[in-house]
């Protein structure tokens, strides 16, 4: 299933290779500045757009350098700015460099360049000494070098233009080349050279776009355009970036044309005769497996216990949390077989999981290589001839008639599941005649939980204090334990700090920190520590006003704005469960021991459940919520549902935010 704007054709380029550097020269000359894009008042492609790309022009020239191939690409941007924030927002310009997620290149900028035309047709030149590098920090493990500079002169009214060249180390065989870009564009303009072979040619393939006809020019690039692009602005919740975002896949190839159904059985094919020798039985492998299953009969228990058994005996090399250096992954030398890896511990993610399916078929199991794409990325085009979005592979398991899918070399993949991106999506499990498409199951909600338990005393004033445990499972103890496996002692608990003074409350205090199971992939990842939160509670002469949930005491709706631009796209099915044990204070007594009604849609995707008890005593009270949400494998909804989806959200929210009210009790009676 593919977006109905999005053309099954893609454009065969055929080329023959001459270096042309006068049409690279000619790239880093300005373009004119002509008095109606001074004059300009008004947007053209966004009525309220703060700034608008007059052209976005890149050459991309993938070039052999005498034995040396690598791709150069050159930029151009002209820029007109329409109000204050757009001044503000183009005030500054970051250029990202180094290596970059999902290019297997590190990149370099060269010959960056700026410059302001304002209004009364002053030009201001960018200095070589304005620019500079510093580092961004994109996530908990993700950050980038950026080339950076301030815009000189800026103003509302004015055009700005840059340019800069970006060099990648090697031929990108993929690329992802964007049509839309954080601004409006009222034209895009891509000129591309690929490289001479006598066995490929290049592919380019529209996604979510319709771009005109590649041209070819007389200094040996292919030309296609855009005119009239809108804007990507990233929301929360929203469907994989490149199912939704503009872009061009350009791609070297040896298919000129070949039907989907004969192109992904010859696939599958070529998948079980090329995994073939890493997940050879060898009397290694039986004795691993033997030494891994011992007495167990259960067929299930036994993959269990050949999951566990790969992951302590094999190490990872690219596995962040086992220390290996960049000079230790540069000088690994690739495993040949299963028994290799297992007698020297030591492989990447592909030989751990080769080794799990050589040790299962040594036990008599059927055990298949299964490729899939990932549903973090594109919603997967089986009409698309090339393997370029079957971006991983796990390995599935015959239970009498019934396929089940592993995944060992994803460490915090609790057994029976696979990494969130792999569920749920479309899998071809390979076979020397006839490969088998078949769907990965998603887990359900129980299977990713938060569970948060929490032992309070509220003081007379206000201050709420006690001991917390919170444990996480599945796919969300999957991103908490990567989150701090190479972290420090001190970095955890003060990203935990973090965390609570965001939910709770800003004054909260954390002590006696304890963090477990970070390294272990099937216990949940757990949180114990003391917790104070001055100022929790309201106090007036009388009353107090508590919120008895105090994991939700700060957070903000899920849902803000009032409309939606895409469709909303949940990444998997999640639970919560909480349980607060509260001891009121002395003197104090519950006035509305209430709690909200049961919140759900009509079928069940989401559900949140609230219950309050009073103790015996009326000294005390529990608060107990149980949630989930995905229930059924609901995951998407049309953007046509926003507005019922924000009204349930909304509905949880107000759920989780009740409040109840203490009365101080009347004094009790002198004794005679």
Known sequence: MFPSTLPKTCFLICFCLFFCAEIVGQAQFWRPVTPEELQAKAPVVEADADAEALLWEVYVDDQDTGGTLQTVLTHYVKVKIFSERGREAFSKIDIHFGRIEGLDADIRIRDIAARTTKLDGTVVELKDSDIFEKDIELGPKTSLKAKSFVVPGVEVGAIIEYRWREIRGVVTYHQRLYFARDIPVRLVKYHIKPIDHPELGMGGQPF???????????????????????????????????????????????????EPEKYWKQYGRK?????????????????????????????????????????????????????????????????KDAAETLTRGLGTAHDINMAFAAMAAATGMDARIVNLPRR??????????????????????????????????????????????????????????????????????????????????????????????????????????????????????????????????????????????????????????????????????????????????????????????????????????????????????????????????????GVNQLTLYIGKDKK?????????????????????????????????????????????????????
């Not at 924000?646 to 009210?661: G, M, Q, R, V």
Request: glycine share 4%; with cysteine.
């Open 620 to 672: 005390s009270l529990t608060y107990v919520r149980n949630f989930a949400f995905g229930n059924g494998g609901v995951l998407a909804f049309d953007k046509s549902a926003y507005a019922q989806l924000k009204t349930l959200f909304d509905a949880f929210y107000k759920a989780n935010a009740h409040e109840i009210t203490l009365k101080q009790s009347a004094p009790a009676l002198p004794a005679n």
């Open 208 to 258: 979510n776009i319709v771009n005109t006809p590649f041209v070819k020019e007389s200094n040996g690039f292919w030309t296609t355009t855009a005119a009239n692009v809108p804007s990507f602005k990233p929301e929360p919740l929203m469907p994989p970036e490149y199912s939704i975002r503009p872009w061009l896949l350009l791609y070297y190839t040896k298919n000129v044309k070949i």
């Open 271 to 335: 998948a079980f005769d090329e995994h073939k020798p890493m997940t050879k039985v060898s009397d290694e492998v039986r004795r691993a497996a033997h030494e891994a299953t011992l007495a167990e009969t259960a067929a299930e228990k036994k993959i269990e216990k050949i999951v566990h058994y790969v992951r302590a005996k094999i190490k990872d090399i690219n596995e962040d949390a086992n220390k290996f250096s960049a000079e230790d992954r540069k000088n690994f030398r690739p495993n």
């Open 376 to 605: 973090s990325d594109v919603v997967f085009p089986k009409w698309f001839t090339d393997d370029y979005f079957m971006r991983t592979e796990c390995v599935a398991i015959n239970f009498e008639g019934t396929w089940k899918y592993f995944d060992p070399a994803s460490r915090y993949a609790p057994f029976g599941m696979l990494r969130w991106q792999g569920e749920g999506q479309p899998a071809l499990i390979s076979d020397a005649r006839e490969p088998i498409w078949t769907t990965t199951p998603l887990s359900p909600a129980s299977r990713s939980m938060r569970k948060r338990a929490a032992t309070m005393r509220l003081l007379a004033d206000g201050t709420l204090e006690g001991n917390v445990r919170i444990e996480y499972t599945g796919h969300i103890g999957a991103y908490y334990k990567e989150f701090n496996d190479d972290r420090s002692q001190h970095q955890q608990e003060a990203a935990l700090r973090s965390v609570i003074k965001s939910d709770v409350l800003s004054t909260a205090e954390i002590s006696d920190i304890s963090v477990e199971n970070v390294n272990d992939p099937d216990k949940p990842l757990v949180y114990s520590f003391k917790l104070s939160v001055p100022g929790y509670a309201s106090r007036t002469d009388k009353r107090i006003f508590l919120q008895p949930n105090i994991f939700e005491r700060s957070t903000k709706p899920l849902f803000s704005e009032s409309s939606r631009r895409y469709d909303i796209y949940f990444q998997f099915p999640y639970s919560e469960r909480d349980q607060v044990a509260i001891e009121l204070p002395p003197g104090f007594e519950l006035e509305n021991p209430d709690a909200p009604q049961m919140v759900k849609d009509s079928s069940g995707i």
